[in-house]
């Protein structure tokens, strides 16, 4: 009976590892941003732009904490309800509304989406705000599915010309006013 416990204590150590690792590994980017910005902060003496540092840290640790999440919930399970995916980005538009950016999400999805899809979402929304939320007014991003495809639209108010922010299998158009 000792030796099954113990067993069983070690597997479970053993997948918790697992896990730790494909987090950072799939976040280092993100981690070795935030520690830049930590550093700089530290070193920063003028409070204007140490605010702007923390608030790069809060949008920065709200995706790691929420792609983590969904990270998670895949490990579980094949599908998640689309909440979740909703919630997440919710999360990071919620702290982008302390740099002065308004944002809302509208979500048309109602059912459970395959979590790697939910995952794919969830990372070209946040490299695409990751992009442009320094010259962003306001975003509105929609979710929603047609024609069996999942859709993730951002609708950003800037006046700076986003064509120059292209990401492989991103589209982005220009509405004039």
Do not use: W
């Not at 520690?35 to 700089?40: A, E, P, Q, R, S």
């Not at 409070?47 to 579980?76: A, P």
Request: proline share 1%; aromatic share 8%.
């Amino acid at each position: 009976m000792q030796n099954y416990q113990a067993e069983k204590k070690l597997y479970a150590l053993i997948e918790r590892n697992r896990l730790h690792d494909k987090m950072n590994q799939d976040t280092l980017e993100q981690i070795k941003e935030l520690n830049t910005y930590l550093d700089c902060f530290i070193e920063m003496e003028d409070i204007e732009q140490r605010k702007t540092l923390l608030k790069q840290v809060v949008i920065v640790g709200s995706y790691l904490k929420r792609r983590n999440n969904l990270f998670l919930l895949s490990e579980q399970q094949d599908e998640m309800h689309e909440m979740e995916l909703s919630l997440s980005i919710n999360e990071v538009l919620k702290n982008l509304t302390i740099s002065g950016v308004q944002c809302g999400c509208m979500s048309e999805l109602n059912h459970k989406i395959d979590c790697n899809i939910a995952m794919t979402l969830f990372e070209y929304f946040y490299t695409m705000i990751s992009k442009i939320q320094s010259v962003s007014e306001s975003i509105l991003v929609r979710l929603f599915y047609r024609n069996q495809n999942y859709f993730l639209c951002m609708d950003v108010m800037s006046e700076t010309n986003l064509l120059e922010y292209q990401i492989p299998n991103v589209v982005i158009h220009e509405i004039e006013n």
